[in-house]
């Protein structure tokens, strides 16, 4: 499936953005979350939107990038995934 998503930020800005689904049988990417989290009824996405830190601290969560062999952008190294965390 592949959506077209408009967003008009509050200066009036509007960006286009396509997001695609993955095929079957692959790993789920942040596309495939952004699609679930819209069809979420538009008034649960208004509550809050929290992580628990292992100490049980509730926080907002941060988009991270992990490289593979935990290795580094400034060397040039590969994106592996995209990880939702507790820390900013």
Do not use: H
């Not at 930020?9 to 960006?15: A, H, L, N, T, V």
């Not at 979350?33 to 208004?46: H, V």
């Not at 992580?51 to 060397?75: A, D, H, I, R, W």
Request: with cysteine.
């Amino acid at each position: 499936m592949k959506y077209t998503l408009t967003i008009t930020d509050e200066s009036g800005k509007i960006g286009s953005y396509n997001i695609e689904t993955g095929e079957p049988g692959e790993k789920k990417n942040l596309n495939d979350f952004i699609i679930k989290s819209l069809q979420i009824a538009e008034s649960k996405r208004k509550i809050p939107l929290i992580t628990q830190c292992p100490n049980g601290l509730e926080v907002f969560p941060s988009l991270k990038m992990k490289f593979k062999n935990y290795g580094s952008p400034l060397l040039g190294d590969d994106i592996e995934a995209m990880l939702v965390t507790w820390q900013d």
